[in-house]
């Protein structure tokens, strides 16, 4: 029941409110077109090319294999596919995959996960929201906010071409 989808324009932006509304209106009032179609499986291999560019990424930009990390998914998306990520990248993890309500990654519903880092257990910590577009990470005693994440993700690209959106969350 916590099913989603994120409609954007073949641009890669996000919609404006008028053309959600538009949506909203036609599912509201079943407007929907029929006809003939097909549908292609490409679950297996999304996952397996997402997993491998990840992993390619990583060793291409330092990652270190020694490193523990404990992950609270809150139920979400990341939890379909982080358990194998982790495997591959050989790392000691421990995951959480608890679904909560709200499903949001703030400080004040993670005392599981600060607690674990804080036990020296594990030397980051980090909690997706349900569909993996917003983390939180704990790191050396303290959250990390978004900037501070968006800085160290950004020192690692080469070359350093960013492009943000106003409006993502």
């Known amino acids: 029941d916590r099913n989603g989808f994120k409609f954007m324009y073949p641009e890669g932006n996000s919609l404006v409110n008028k053309d959600l509304d538009r949506i909203r209106r036609n599912f509201t009032e079943e407007n929907f ?6 549908v292609e499986d490409i679950r297996d291999e999304s996952r397996e090319t997402y997993i491998e560019s990840a992993i390619t990424f990583l060793e291409n930009n330092g990652f270190d294999p020694s490193k523990s990390i404990y992950v609270d998914t809150l139920g979400g998306a990341a939890g379909a596919i982080l358990p194998e990520l982790l495997e591959k ?16 990654p703030e400080k004040h519903d993670l005392e599981e996960l600060k607690s674990a880092v804080d036990s020296g257990r594990f030397e980051l910590g980090v909690s997706m929201d349900m569909d993996a577009d917003r983390a939180r990470i704990y790191y050396e005693n303290e959250w990390l906010d978004g900037d501070t994440v968006f800085a160290a993700l950004a020192s690692q690209i080469n070359p350093p071409i960013i492009v943000g959106s106003i409006d993502s969350s």
């Open 33 to 38: 077109t029929t006809g003939e179609g097909s």
């Open 89 to 104: 990248l050989n790392l000691n993890n421990e995951i959480n995959d608890e679904l909560r309500d709200p499903p949001n």
